[in-house]
């Protein structure tokens, strides 16, 4: 079936799981097209707040009822065939499409598309190329994987024909884009149980390069990248560190890592000095690639300069909770070793004290593949705390844990529950220090219990 079409003749559309993060920027778009739309979520939350004070009927909990009147189903990822609402449809003959296909039809009817994929770093680029755009008055519409202080949420609803979005490699929903730009950050060892290896990884990448029309926007430094995109055809635009790249970060200097310092330079000739407020050499990659994408477009040297300086990062990016008693508590989303590893050395590097990264490994066949390089990425904080694995949706056939990983990183401490996690980090940690939960999971809990923890001791003296 052509759903492009589909969406030309049809008014009401029922989301199914509207709340979640990859759910509620389509509702919002399609229901600014005028779209009659109706949804439904197992929780309440600030997205689906969000998407209540529409006036969109929500309904809390599945059931058949729910789909009354659509015309079309949409459901995330993480719904299952035997959703009632998925077989009342099928039932009924309503069309049932997943999350990635309708993020496929939502932006192809956009004239210039932006899709921001890479292993590592697409939220934070995505936010940060949004930022800038919106910022400089390109009023595009954006999708976003993280929360984004500027715009007050994940999403963006504008008026011009720019979109950015996210596009995610995982099972090849990316292959549903046909973007106009794509972005392409990195290319890593991940998504392993799905992928099997590494060439098979440069292969989905390569078959995205084919399906964008206008430009790509590439990471010159990334060996990589490079191999995946030497047979496509179309408009190049590298970035990076090294000589050959057209946009190029030089004379790179750091306030104790904080405040990441260089010049951009397009071509030999420099266009501005950058000074961002997010930590890192990595996120001096992801403004490469913003502020590349960004001038590509139209966006002065200034504007990109001002709103990249102004970009104060993504929830669960490296995101402060506070300072109780001196004791700096963070979260960071880095669930792959590149990740931690560039989170951690940026860490490092901030004048703690002591560092404590609290980790939770995410998927048995990640933790079982990835192992050494797990371990190797550990050693770097002062101190190291592994929780237990996070299944997600997958079985223990690897028969791996996080004892396993703990074995191999001297002075890291195994344990299990977030609450013995909590109690340990209280007990031990100093004025000075930092506390940072790491993980794709639901670790940042074990970050809100350990400042609510040190703010009651801080309190009662």
């Not at 106009?180 to 290319?187: A, V």
């Not at 970035?239 to 104790?256: L, P, Q, V």
């Not at 901030?350 to 980790?359: E, L, P, T």
């Not at 995410?362 to 593949?369: D, G, L, P, Q, Y």
Request: charged share 20%.
């Amino acid at each position: 079936m052509n759903y492009d079409s589909l969406m030309d003749n049809i008014k009401r559309i029922h989301f199914i799981g509207i709340g979640g993060s990859g759910m509620c920027p389509l509702a919002e778009i399609l229901h600014h097209e005028g779209y009659e739309l109706s949804g439904s979520d197992m929780n309440e939350g600030e997205t689906l707040d969000r998407i209540k004070g529409y006036g969109i009927p929500v309904f809390m909990g599945h059931a058949a009822e729910n789909i009354k009147g659509a015309e079309l189903v949409v459901y995330s990822a993480a719904v299952k065939e035997t959703n009632p609402e998925r077989q009342a449809a099928k039932e009924l003959g309503i069309p049932c499409i997943e999350r990635s296909v309708m993020l496929g039809i939502v932006t192809r009817r956009y004239r210039r598309s932006i899709a921001v994929s890479g292993t590592h770093g697409k939220t934070t680029t995505t936010a940060m190329l949004s930022q800038v755009l919106i910022g400089s008055g390109f009023d595009p519409s954006a999708i976003i994987g993280g929360k984004l202080p500027f715009i007050g949420g994940n999403s963006y609803v504008g008026h011009s024909d720019l979109i950015v979005c996210e596009a995610c490699e995982y099972v090849d929903t990316f292959l549903q884009l046909n973007p106009f730009i794509s972005i392409i950050l990195n290319i890593d060892a991940d998504h392993l149980d799905y992928f099997k290896n590494l060439d098979n990884i440069k292969k989905s990448f390569n078959k995205f390069a084919h399906q964008t029309t206008g430009l790509l926007v590439i990471n010159g430094d990334d060996e990589n990248t490079l191999d995946a995109v030497k047979d496509v055809e179309i408009e190049k635009i590298t970035y990076g560190f090294g000589e050959n790249c057209d946009y190029r970060a030089e004379n790179i200097s750091a306030d104790k890592g904080v405040h990441e310092q260089f010049d951009l330079y397009f071509k030999g000739e420099k266009l501005t000095q950058i000074k961002l407020i997010v930590p890192g050499k990595h996120n001096i990659y992801n403004a490469l690639a913003a502020a590349a994408t960004a001038h590509y477009l139209g966006a002065t040297p200034k504007e990109i300069s001002e709103n990249l300086h102004k970009f104060g990062g993504v929830h669960r990016r490296f995101e402060i909770l506070g300072t109780p008693d001196g004791i700096t508590v963070a979260d960071d989303f880095a669930h792959h070793p590149t990740e931690l590893t560039a989170t951690l050395n940026a860490a490092m590097k901030m004048g703690f004290n002591k560092v404590w990264a609290i980790f939770q490994p995410h998927t048995f066949s990640r933790t079982a593949m990835l192992l050494d390089d797990f371990a190797e990425a550990l050693k770097i904080p002062d101190q190291a705390i592994i929780s237990a694995i996070l299944p997600v949706r997958e079985t223990n056939t690897y028969n791996i844990y996080s004892t396993d990983l703990g074995a191999k990183v001297p002075g890291s401490v195994c344990l299990d529950t977030f609450e013995e996690i909590t109690d340990y980090v209280c007990k031990n940690a100093k004025e000075g220090d930092l506390i940072l939960t790491m993980g794709g999971g639901n670790v940042y809990m074990c970050a809100n219990m350990i400042y609510k923890q040190l703010k009651y001791m801080e309190e009662n003296k």
